[in-house]
């Protein structure tokens, strides 16, 4: 369903924060060019410029704010430094958490945690990519995704010095609360690993199990438990409290390299299960290019004109932002985890849904979504009906199947 609005005479009152002009690329069509993701990242605004698709489990997308309140989507426009590319994140809150299991791909040096430096002119996002330069390490780096799995890709400088650390310790605003529990890894073999991290913050239980595929075999690797190097036994499988992190070295091929990372939030068979159906091959320009149809058609459920770009760029960023969460909560097997924190399967045709800042949201996006898709709206409904049942009360602020407790009021 699409609605029409002609804006003849259009006042709208924006506040631009971290804004530049939505670059330009053939992918885009209608809609989805005046999407600018970068809208929103400056000052306190707490959005994120990674790769995602609508409603999806997966955010991919650049840590450069670890602490303080302007770590909440784990970016900050202002901000010169990556720290990891981490595959879930919170838009818009004003409390963070989330930032589960980052990469970050470099060459060169010996520290335990690798820090990308990029300008921003090298910075561009479009609905469902991003990409960026890491200058100090010379590669060149681009994201996209499925609904849950995230895919990169990573051109480096240097052949013959090709790195990818994964940082499983990784969290954002650890400095106000928001703690890893335990860590389970697993080396299943040369071009995979899957795992489970539990951490402990906004959501009071949170568990995102993981597998991640390279393109290519690994030919070193390097781990660290709890900040030390372990390199004289090198363990298949880890479970610890520790901090957990793997530098992987991979042989010298002037070619990019690939890395497909699938999430579950119930274990890691759901991952596996996950990366399977929903991306089996390694066509990194045509997921892009998938991520970009699917939001144009989802952007499209309302057209307005207007003489002034201004405008376009505004309502269709505007537009794309009410389109991020809710998340759908579970694998395509129809498992998730509920507000019990036990393993449903989900009845034909339901979707479970996380995410609901229902203090902030009652008030436009779900009218909004009564009016541009109102089948989301009854599945939302439902969704927090069912959370009822589960847990014995309604949610107001549920974040990955945790009662928040978060502000006034019931919905």
């Given at each position: 369903?699409?609605k029409?609005?002609?804006?003849?005479?259009?006042?709208?009152v924006?506040?631009?924060?971290?804004?530049?002009?939505?670059?330009?690329?053939?992918?885009?069509?209608?809609?989805?060019?005046?999407?600018?993701?970068?809208?929103?990242?400056?000052?306190?605004?707490?959005t994120?410029?990674?790769?995602?698709?609508?409603?999806?489990?997966?955010?991919?997308?650049?840590?450069?704010?670890?602490?303080?309140w302007?770590?909440?989507?784990?970016?900050?426009?202002?901000?010169?430094?990556?720290?990891?590319?981490?595959?879930?994140?919170?838009?818009?809150?004003?409390?963070?958490?989330?930032?589960?299991?980052?990469?970050l791909?470099f060459?060169?040096?010996?520290?335990?945690?690798?820090?990308?430096?990029?300008?921003?002119?090298?910075?561009k996002?479009?609905?469902?990519?991003?990409?960026?330069?890491?200058?100090?390490?010379?590669?060149?780096v681009?994201?996209?995704?499925?609904?849950?799995?995230?895919?990169?890709?990573?051109?480096?400088?240097?052949?013959?010095?090709?790195?990818?650390?994964?940082?499983?310790?990784?969290?954002l605003?650890?400095?106000?609360?928001?703690?890893?529990?335990?860590?389970?890894?697993?080396?299943?073999?040369?071009?995979?690993?899957?795992?489970?991290?539990?951490?402990?913050?906004?959501?009071?239980?949170?568990?995102?199990?993981?597998?991640?595929?390279?393109?290519?075999?690994?030919?070193?690797?390097?781990?660290?438990?709890?900040?030390?190097?372990?390199?004289?036994?090198?363990?298949?499988?880890?479970?610890?409290?520790?901090?957990?992190?793997?530098?992987?070295?991979?042989?010298?091929?002037?070619?990019?390299?690939?890395?497909?990372?699938?999430?579950?939030?119930?274990?890691?068979?759901?991952?596996?299960?996950?990366?399977?159906?929903?991306?089996?091959?390694?066509?990194?320009?045509?997921?892009?290019?998938?991520s970009?149809?699917?939001?144009?058609?989802?952007?499209?459920?309302?057209?307005?004109?207007?003489?002034?770009?201004?405008?376009?760029?505004?309502?269709?960023?505007?537009?794309?932002?009410?389109?991020?969460?809710?998340?759908?909560?579970?694998?395509?097997?129809?498992?998730?985890?509920?507000?019990?924190?036990?393993?449903?399967?989900?009845?034909?045709?339901?979707?479970?849904?996380?995410?609901?800042?229902?203090?902030?949201?009652?008030?436009?996006?779900?009218?909004?979504?009564?009016?541009?898709n109102?089948?989301?709206?009854?599945?939302?409904?439902?969704?927090?009906?069912?959370?009822?049942?589960?847990?014995?009360?309604?949610?107001?602020?549920?974040?990955?199947?945790?009662?928040?407790?978060?502000?006034?009021?019931?919905?």
């Amino acid at each position: 369903m699409k609605k029409t609005i002609l804006f003849f005479q259009v006042v709208l009152v924006c506040l631009l924060v971290g804004c530049k002009p939505a670059p330009n690329s053939g992918l885009l069509s209608d809609e989805i060019k005046y999407v600018d993701p970068f809208i929103g990242t400056g000052f306190h605004g707490h959005t994120f410029p990674g790769a995602t698709r609508p409603f999806a489990m997966v955010q991919v997308s650049p840590d450069t704010h670890i602490m303080g309140w302007d770590a909440s989507s784990g970016y900050h426009y202002d901000d010169r430094e990556i720290y990891g590319f981490s595959h879930t994140h919170l838009s818009g809150t004003g409390i963070g958490d989330l930032g589960d299991v980052a990469l970050l791909p470099f060459s060169g040096g010996d520290s335990i945690k690798p820090v990308g430096l990029f300008n921003k002119d090298t910075e561009k996002a479009t609905p469902g990519y991003y990409a960026v330069r890491l200058d100090n390490f010379g590669v060149n780096v681009e994201l996209t995704s499925t609904d849950k799995v995230g895919f990169h890709k990573y051109t480096y400088d240097n052949p013959k010095d090709r790195r990818v650390m994964l940082d499983l310790g990784h969290i954002l605003q650890p400095n106000w609360g928001h703690k890893l529990v335990d860590n389970s890894y697993l080396f299943v073999n040369d071009s995979t690993v899957e795992g489970t991290v539990r951490t402990q913050g906004w959501a009071h239980f949170h568990s995102v199990s993981y597998r991640i595929t390279f393109s290519e075999p690994i030919e070193t690797v390097y781990q660290y438990i709890g900040g030390k190097l372990r390199q004289d036994s090198l363990f298949l499988r880890i479970n610890t409290e520790e901090d957990l992190k793997f530098h992987y070295k991979f042989p010298e091929k002037a070619e990019p390299l690939y890395v497909k990372v699938a999430l579950s939030m119930v274990d890691t068979d759901g991952a596996e299960k996950n990366l399977e159906a929903e991306l089996p091959g390694w066509d990194f320009e045509a997921t892009r290019i998938k991520s970009a149809e699917i939001w144009n058609d989802a952007l499209n459920a309302i057209e307005i004109q207007s003489a002034d770009p201004t405008v376009m760029v505004n309502f269709y960023t505007a537009l794309y932002h009410t389109m991020i969460a809710p998340f759908a909560y579970q694998d395509v097997d129809g498992r998730y985890l509920g507000m019990d924190k036990k393993v449903h399967k989900a009845e034909p045709g339901y979707v479970n849904y996380s995410v609901f800042s229902l203090w902030d949201t009652f008030r436009a996006l779900h009218p909004l979504m009564t009016i541009i898709n109102p089948e989301l709206a009854a599945d939302w409904g439902k969704v927090l009906v069912q959370g009822y049942k589960e847990g014995g009360i309604l949610p107001k602020w549920p974040l990955a199947s945790s009662y928040t407790g978060c502000m006034v009021g019931y919905p």
